[in-house]
């Protein structure tokens, strides 16, 4: 024979509800922390973008600096006609158009009358995955030659 007995204020165990209300508390915590993953993801590509963008800008910088004459003498800007400058340009260009999502890049030099020339290299990419939207990031570099 079998004796249940009932507690003192009438309670024997979780009813449905309250087991019920634990799981959708529960599922918005997991939602949140999916969330928080998504972005951290996205956020990541973005930073791992720009950490590229700033490597190849200093590459150029670096090429430009190894043939300081045709730098000096602007042949980095626009189509080159020094053979080294269309070589670090058809190159360089490559690379970012391989390692950014529509990367692009431009090159202004200034050339103060102390035979130093002020150089900008800007690169500039699609970083719609990031933001989720059509955006577009830019990268800038200024260095002396």
Same mark, same amino acid.
């Given at each position: 024979?079998?004796?249940?007995? +009932? *507690? /003192? ?10 087991? &019920? ?8 915590? #997991?939602?949140?922390?999916?969330? #928080? &993953?998504?972005?951290? &993801? ?6 791992? $973008?720009? !950490?590229?963008?700033?490597? &190849? ?5 670096? *090429?430009? *600096?190894? =043939?300081? /004459? /045709? ?5 980095? %800007? ?5 053979? !080294?400058? $269309?070589?670090? +340009? ?5 690379? #970012? /158009?391989? +390692? $950014? ?5 431009? %090159?202004? !030099?200034? +050339?103060?009358? =102390? ?5 900008? %290299? ?13 955006? !577009? ?7 002396? %030659?």
């Amino acid at each position: 024979m079998l004796i249940f007995m +009932k *507690r /003192a204020n009438g309670q024997q165990g979780f009813s449905m509800v309250e087991v &019920l209300v634990t799981m959708v508390i529960i599922a918005f915590g #997991l939602l949140g922390v999916a969330g #928080l &993953l998504t972005v951290g &993801l996205r956020n990541n590509q973005s930073s791992q $973008l720009r !950490t590229q963008a700033s490597i &190849l800008a200093y590459d150029m910088a670096e *090429r430009m *600096r190894a =043939n300081r /004459a /045709a730098a000096l003498n602007g042949q980095y %800007i626009g189509t080159p006609t020094d053979a !080294t400058a $269309l070589s670090d +340009k058809t190159s360089w260009n490559a690379q #970012l /158009a391989a +390692k $950014l999502p529509s990367g692009t890049g431009t %090159i202004v !030099t200034v +050339k103060p009358a =102390n035979d130093l020339a002020t150089f900008t %290299i800007t690169i500039q990419w699609d970083d719609s995955k990031a933001v989720g939207g059509g955006t !577009t990031e830019q990268f800038e570099f200024r260095g002396e %030659i």
